[in-house]
């Protein structure tokens, strides 16, 4: 049976993996390429590594700790945060990616995702969507909007509509952050996931507010995600993602157990 | 020296990087006269079907065609697998290798299943069990219920041929061999132990 994935989260600045609540107050949890590859070794079915302060400042991703995390890691390695052109996912993949994140880029030039797909695959070219609801309407679901800028800037477009579009240009997973849930350990928001992943024929990884094996379960179940990431659950030892399986596996969620 | 064949379809590194890992010599080439001092070959692929057709423009087919008659060992990996038969519906006008003579197709979202809430995605994307259906020297070491990372559209059908055998909608061929032939759907690269074992497998392969 095909199971669901439990994704390790690396948010990285200045070559340092960070975690933020609400996308601010950055506290330092390590270096990218030793988390990563502890995240393998204790389970964890991909990593990825988001450059969360790249697309402000202006940087392009860090090669050079994308190639120290990618070197011996043996399970799929997604990066994002500041790739613009095909040529910076060209440089990504040349380090060692296996996937490509794109967020702000790809709504500035939404055909950057069909030509970086043409060259490397759809399977590589994640888009990834930073979701806000809108506590004044009827609808919060329907009506959430998608921000870029770390959060700060609304775009005006719907995420449902964004991902539909997304998915018709090329891309081959969504990942979805809730920027409501992010940092929270408060729980996934099961809705958005739900109404994307249905909405969606590709692979929808749900992001932000991972605190409990019962906010993973929640998600796999009514939230109708086929990944879930978590970053700061994993990096101060709350658990790891094999114990975390372990749990799930438990509950008959299909996971990577024994792994 | 392992030769894995570069055919502009996707990202070699992580194939590269992995049978490094495991000690193997490597030579990545994109023409025909390197083949000739391959001793196992490796097709990689990821993307569309159609992106094979550079292996008949730069000569690259009969140059396969002739080491895997050599008895040289030859593991196809996603793409580069689903090229070993006889073609894809992904691409109808584009002829694969024949050394398998079935046709790989697109899963096919079943009636009932699309109907409800469980209706199956497409691409398979992730983790799924591999279900050993005969043994062989290619998945020596690797148990029923082992994983694999998959990411993939089309398939190939379950035939004799078939060493490992997953169930996604329905049940499709996970792994290949006949010979010093291989095949695998999967992407043993990112397959973690499992896969590591799989390509060690595929080292140790002894020509025929």
Partial sequence: MLTRRVIACLDCRDGRVVKGIQFLDLIDAGDPAELAHRHARDGADEIVLLDITATHEGRTTLLETVRRAAKNLFIPFTVGGGIRTAEDAARVFDAGADKISLNSAALADPALIGKIGADFGAQAVVVAIDARRNAGVADTVKSAHVFTHGGRRDTGRTVIEWAREAESRGAGEILLTSMDSDGTRSGFDCELTAAVSTAVSIPVIASGGAGSVAHFAQVFTAGCADAALAASIFHFGISSARELKQQLASQQIPVRFPC | ?208
């Fill in chain 2, 1 to 208: 020296m392992l030769t894995v064949i570069d055919y502009k379809a996707g990202n070699l590194s992580s194939v590269v990087k992995a049978m490094r890992h495991l000690g193997a010599e490597v030579a990545v080439v994109d023409n025909p006269a390197a083949l000739d001092r391959a001793t196992r070959i490796v097709l990689p692929g990821v993307g569309h079907f159609a992106a094979t057709a550079r292996l008949d423009q730069v000569g690259l087919t009969p140059a396969i065609r002739s080491a895997i008659a050599r008895g040289v060992p030859f593991l196809g990996i996603c793409v580069g697998m689903q090229w070993l038969y006889a073609g894809s519906t992904e691409a109808r006008e584009r002829p694969g290798l024949g050394f398998f003579p079935q046709t790989v197709t697109r899963f096919q979202q079943s009636a009932e299943n699309s109907a409800e809430s469980s209706a199956k995605k497409i691409p398979h994307v992730g983790w799924n069990e591999l279900e050993i259906t005969r043994s062989s020297s290619l998945l020596a070491g690797i148990l029923p219920g082992d994983f694999a990372y998959f990411t993939h559209s089309w398939r190939a059908p379950v035939t004799d041929d078939a060493v490992a055998v997953t169930s996604y909608i329905d049940p499709f061929a996970a792994a290949v061999q006949r010979g010093n032939v291989c095949g695998v759907q999967f992407h043993p690269e990112k397959s973690a132990e499992a896969g590591l074992t799989i390509l060690r497998n595929f080292l140790e392969l002894a020509a025929c």
